[in-house]
Every structure is written in structure tokens, then in C-alpha cells.
Antibody, heavy 122, light 108 residues
Framework: QVQLQESGPGLVKPSQTLSLTCSVS??????????WSWIRQAPGTGLEWIGY???????HYNPSFESRLIISMDTSKNHFSLKLTSVTDGDTGLYYC??????????????WGQGTQVTVSS | EIVLTQSPGTLSLSPGERATLSCRAS???????LAWYQQKPGQAPRLLIY???TRATGIPDRFIGSGSGTDFTLTISRLEPEDFAVYYC??????????FGQGTKVEI
């Protein structure tokens, strides 16, 4: 059974860097079959896809985040991470890690973590 | 970026009634690159429908997805009490970024 679990600080100060980790169990994140994504849910913007990393290490980012985003993976720990720099109030929200398949017809988000709330405030 | 517009924003219905939710795309997402999710308070979204019309594992057959190109519909044939939730459509075509609609709330 595949499970995803987000972790990270719930509170980040403006202009600082938000760092989150998604621990994956039940499947290897280095598998070539999957994309591993981050999705944010905020009251004003709804659900936003932030970016993904493939099992090969290839990444693709939403242009809205690209200039301040890094998604990486640690295969030895079977987890992947998000770093978002220069955060503002607008980065407050619930962050989910999710899985989708490589095959184009299967790239919907089939497995979700429970989400972690991040608040940006001084 | 493909913009998905869902309507109505809120649907007020009673158990046993039929719900019809719309999702319109700003450009074609093809015939199969559209998914629907259900979200209840305090929970992550749950996949209901993929490929515009295929139910995910364990999803009851009262949930029916249809449409292609730019116009898609989610129909709940007879609302059960547990169906009152927010529903989102999402496109996963080759046109990145992948995007979501703003959601339709189905309320009693």
C-alpha cells in the first residue's frame, strides 16, 4: 500500500525559505514509472500544482514558482523535498505531496498525502 | 496555461436528487486528460474519475463522468449523504502546468 506523508515547519517568516519533505512508503521513488509532485491549496488560489520530480531526477516546475523553487529527492531515504525561497503571505496554505504515473493517460493524481499546513508570518 | 472554469460555484440539493457539475477548459484537453476529485472538510482530495469517464477504484457507479475537448460533466445520479463535498476538475494534458478548476460545492 503506497502512502505519502508530508513534514516540515508549520510557521515560516516572510522572506525566508520554506522546506518540506514527503516520505514515501510502499514504492521506490526512483522508479521510472512515477512523477512525484507538490500541490498547494490556499483560500484565494484553490488547488495549484507546484511542480514534480521524476524518478530519474528530472524536474518540471509551474512557471508561477519556477524562479524560487527547487524540488529534489533522496533515494536512500525514499523521500522528496520542496524548497521555496523568499516566501510571502501568499505562500500560506496547505501543501500536499502526490503521485502520478509517467504514462500520459495516467498522469492524474492517484495518491495524496494528508497535507501539511504552512503559515507565513512574522 | 489551460484555465478550467467550474460551474455552478455552489449546488444546493437534497439526498436522492441528481447533481450535474460542469467543467469548461480554455482550450482542448483532449478526450482523456481530465480528472475529477472529491474533497471533504479536513481531508485531502480523493480521485473519483480519470480519463474523463473512468471511475477510480472503489468509486460507486452513481458517479458518472462525461465530455471531451473543452466541456466536461460530472453527474451524481442520486445524492447520498456522504456525497456532500467540494468537487474539483483537473487537466493533465501535455500542456503544463497541470491545472485545477476552482471547485463546486455540493451542499444540502
Amino acid at each position: 500500500q503506497v502512502q505519502l506523508q508530508e513534514s516540515g515547519p508549520g510557521l515560516v517568516k516572510p522572506s525566508q525559505t520554506l522546506s518540506l519533505t514527503c516520505s514515501v512508503s510502499g514504492v521506490s521513488i526512483s522508479s521510472s514509472d512515477y512523477y512525484w509532485s507538490w500541490i498547494r491549496q490556499a483560500p484565494g488560489t484553490g488547488l495549484e500544482w507546484i511542480g514534480y520530480i521524476h524518478g530519474s531526477g528530472t524536474t518540471h516546475y509551474n512557471p508561477s514558482f519556477e524562479s524560487r523553487l527547487i524540488i529534489s529527492m533522496d533515494t536512500s531515504k525514499n523521500h522528496f523535498s520542496l524548497k521555496l525561497t523568499s516566501v510571502t503571505d501568499g505562500d500560506t496554505g496547505l501543501y500536499y505531496c502526490v503521485r502520478s504515473h509517467l504514462r500520459p493517460s495516467l498522469r492524474y493524481f492517484d495518491i495524496w498525502g494528508q497535507g501539511t499546513q504552512v503559515t507565513v508570518s512574522s | 496555461e489551460i484555465v478550467l472554469t467550474q460551474s455552478p460555484g455552489t449546488l444546493s440539493l437534497s439526498p436522492g436528487e441528481r447533481a450535474t457539475l460542469s467543467c469548461r477548459a480554455s482550450q482542448s484537453v483532449g478526450t482523456i486528460y481530465l480528472a475529477w476529485y472529491q474533497q471533504k472538510p479536513g481531508q485531502a482530495p480523493r480521485l473519483l474519475i480519470y480519463g474523463a469517464s473512468t471511475r477510480a477504484t472503489g468509486i460507486p457507479d452513481r458517479f458518472i463522468g462525461s465530455g471531451s475537448g473543452t466541456d466536461f460533466t460530472l453527474t451524481i445520479s442520486r445524492l447520498e449523504p456522504e456525497d456532500f463535498a467540494v468537487y474539483y476538475c483537473q487537466q493533465y494534458s501535455g500542456s503544463l502546468p497541470w491545472t485545477f478548476g476552482q471547485g463546486t460545492k455540493v451542499e444540502i
